[in-house]
């Protein structure tokens, strides 16, 4: 920031050297238009002085003055005024105050009391004013005021050009205007497209949210912001960090172009990404590039990645994924095409061909549809090929399918399964010294499947079952799995580092 100050007040500088270089040969004198009394005097080194006194007009150039009673400076060219000060430069500048001391080679003004400068965008306040004719620069240095149309501008100093209508100010600036109020260290304003750039701890407030940022613009007409990194936005009950943040109010339409980290204190849900769009209308927050979503749910937390994560926060309140979507939570994991979940209803279904973990267990189905009830798993309904498999010993795996499963749980482990049309089972026995006797394969309408320890301890067949016990020795390794087997153990997540 003083690197940019210091290079500002250097273009000035330089600006303005070249310009009194061009001038100072040709520079006129002030003339005396008018006043009601005229008087000469000489200062302490012999110089005249001109007193004028009652309706005093000078001119320079295309520069009127006009004030109460003055002291003309001929041969060095400066003249001080008081009372009813007034400065016109050419048809848009006016100057006005209680005191002016102004020098004619430089063409430079110094305006003392309840002093104002205006054109036809705004209107600078100040008690001390200057301006510099030459430069086309009017500016205060120890607090002013700049209103243009409703917006009103306060700042310890402020520098404004007459002829670009840019504006910058620097130190406590503060913005008030109907539509947000605004706090920075250093801001550029331009009153005729109202746009707005700020640097340094800036806040900005509306009616809606808060917004702390280091640097950004605004655009007061179109109502377009930007803002750079460092960006936090609080909007009850959402925050959002971010380093890039673009966003159109009238159309309530944001964007998200870098590293943003967003909470809904609300849903308990947050996400992290590189890329995301916010659509007012629809409540929707649409996110690339695989974010990762953490979605608190009662003592527990679901963790998932997906190419794309919308979260809505309308009335369903709810998030969906849809690409290589992965899951993980303390009592499930699992693996997706796409997936959706609302907290009103605490339904987690997934698409396309999911595949679930819990415990021991791998279970899939063409569409899964999980409730939770108080955050924990209660029951599991896979849905058209639904297939589960617990891993036994080995190469010996316990199998169910069927057209539908429904899987209960407790204390977030499944004790017992519904096996709805084509049932099928295939588990394996043991002895009492846990030595494997052999597969028990079983055909029937439904049947209901007791587990343990994600073992299978009992099944109850319904509606004339057909069962057949073969020894482990008779058992080669086709009879060894259900038509359609397959695991794929080695795609469980295994913790959220492994989305």
Known sequence: MKKFLLIYTLLCLWSNSFAQEDTVSSVKKVQILHADKLQFYTDKQGNPIRKLVGNVRLKQDSTLMYCDSAFLKKEKNTVDMFGHVVITDGDSITATSNKLNYDGNEKKAK????????????????????????????????????????????????????????????????????KYSLDSDTLMFNTETKISEFYGNTTI????????????????????????????????????????????????????????DWYDEEMKVSMKGTFAEYFENRKEIFSINRPLLEAQIEEDTLFMKGDTVIVINDASKSFKAYGNTR?????????????????????????????????????????????????????????????????????????????????????????????????????????????????????????????????????????????????????????????????NFEDRPKSRFDL
């Not at 549809?369 to 795996?397: C, E, P, R």
């Not at 846990?434 to 073992?455: H, P, Q, R």
Request: net charge positive; glycine share 6%.
């Open 111 to 178: 305006l003392i009391g309840k002093a104002k400068l205006t054109d036809s965008q705004m209107e600078i306040t100040s008690e001390i004013l200057y301006y510099d004719r030459t430069a086309k620069l009017g500016y205060y240095l120890d607090n002013g005021t700049l209103k243009n149309d409703s917006t009103v501008l306060t700042s310890k100093k402020g520098y404004y050009h007459t002829d670009t209508k840019e504006a910058f100010f620097n130190e406590k600036v503060h913005i008030e205007d109907p």
């Open 205 to 260: 407030y509306n009616d809606q949210s808060t917004i702390k940022c280091n640097n950004g613009t605004y655009d007061t007409n179109r109502q377009i912001a930007t803002f750079g990194k460092g960006t936090t936005i609080f909007n009850d009950p959402q925050i959002l960090k971010a380093d890039s943040l673009y966003y159109e109010k009238n159309n309530g339409y944001g964007k998200a172009m870098k590293k943003y």
């Open 327 to 487: 899951v993980y939570k303390s009592d499930l994991q699992s693996i997706s095409d796409s997936l959706y979940y609302s907290k009103n209803d605490s339904m987690l279904k997934m698409f396309q061909k999911p595949i679930m973990w819990n415990e021991a267990s791998e279970m899939k189905s063409d569409t899964i549809k999980i409730a939770l009830v108080s955050g924990k798993v209660d029951k599991i309904y896979f849905i058209n090929k639904a297939f589960i498999v617990t891993q036994s010993k080995g190469k010996l795996f316990d199998q169910i399918k069927g057209k539908k499963i429904t899987g209960y749980f407790k204390d977030s482990k499944m004790y017992k399964m519904l096996v709805d049309k084509n049932a099928e089972s295939l588990y394996f026995g043991k002895d009492d010294d846990d030595n494997y006797l052999g597969g028990n394969k079983a055909n029937a309408t439904k049947m209901w499947i007791y587990t343990k320890e994600s073992k299978i301890k009992k099944i109850v067949f319904i509606n004339k079952p057909e069962a057949v016990f073969t020894p482990l020795k008779q058992m080669n390794n086709t009879m060894l799995y259900l038509k359609d087997f397959n695991v």
